[in-house]
């Protein structure tokens, strides 16, 4: 029992430092310089190295006593603010997952979707015209190859907007709009009611996939509150807009990234389990050969529901 409680704290202790007490260190750190160096003299290596040598000329950190009392409060202090990070990042989650009734979201949502159908526009007429044989401008042929790089990158360029027409203000929650809408097609299903039936079901493999996708989209949230804390530094010392920059897009990336790959997961384990799960409420026999039918799915959904 002793050495496992040795490896529990161990881990607990690793897990603490890298996710709490390092990138909390550093931001406190990056503040320390800002406050002494501040906008004009934000380069001043030798003002930097003054502070520090008379910090360490201070009777009062001779004594083994107050030492240690500043690197517990060092500690505190940064583990205090990987918190707050944490709590704003969940609420940066919240807001890029929201549907949005206030007046803002509706006119972000309404703009999106205006985007949206413009290219999509522009996406039907280089089909019509793929298949007509003919260019938009000037009416000549162009090749088979040519015009179906132009599909592409029309397609492309109406996806980055979203994959169906916008219904929330962000990329994010018109994703995991998408992924609903699509198992709710092919299937019939309502996949808030049907995803915590079906995740009690899943393989170990499948689940950590899926927790996977989820953590990195909480980090990336995690990483932009970052950017915040860093963009107020930046108010004083502003070398500290460079770490909000690098933040902020290395966030974006890595949450758009996360987030595709959870609703794509999410999409694939409907299509893989969804049967089973009908299965196993005795809706389908066991015996019966084929797919989950729209019908099947309309009865796991009424049935989920419970009040209907």
Known sequence: MNPLLA?????????????????????????????????RHWHDVDRLRTALDELAA??????????????????????AA???????????ERWRLRFGRDPLSRAL?????????????????????????????????????????????LTETRDRVALREPVRPTWYGDRMQAAADRVEAAYGVDLAVLWPRLWLLLPEPAVRQIQSARDSFGAAGRLTAWAVGYALLACWWWPAALAVVGCAVVARSRARSALAALAGLIEAAVDVHGRELATRIGLVSPETPGRLTPDTGDDMSALFRKAE
Request: proline share 3%; aromatic share 4%; hydrophobic share 45%.
């Open 58 to 79: 201070r009777p009062a950190l001779d004594s083994t006593g107050t030492a240690a009392l500043l690197v517990a409060l060092i500690l505190l202090a940064s583990t």
């Open 109 to 153: 949502t309404a703009r999106r979707a205006r985007q949206w159908r413009h290219r999509d526009a522009e996406l039907t007429l280089a089909i019509e015209q793929a298949v007509g044989g003919t260019t938009g401008s000037g009416g000549a042929g162009t090749s088979p190859d040519g015009a179906l790089a132009r599909i592409q990158a």
């Open 82 to 92: 990987s918190l707050a990070t944490q709590f704003l990042g969940g609420a940066i």
């Open 7 to 39: 490896t529990l704290g161990g881990k607990l202790t690793e897990r603490w430092l890298n996710s709490l007490v390092l990138p909390g260190a550093l931001f406190l750190a990056t503040s320390a310089v800002g406050s002494v160096l501040g906008h």
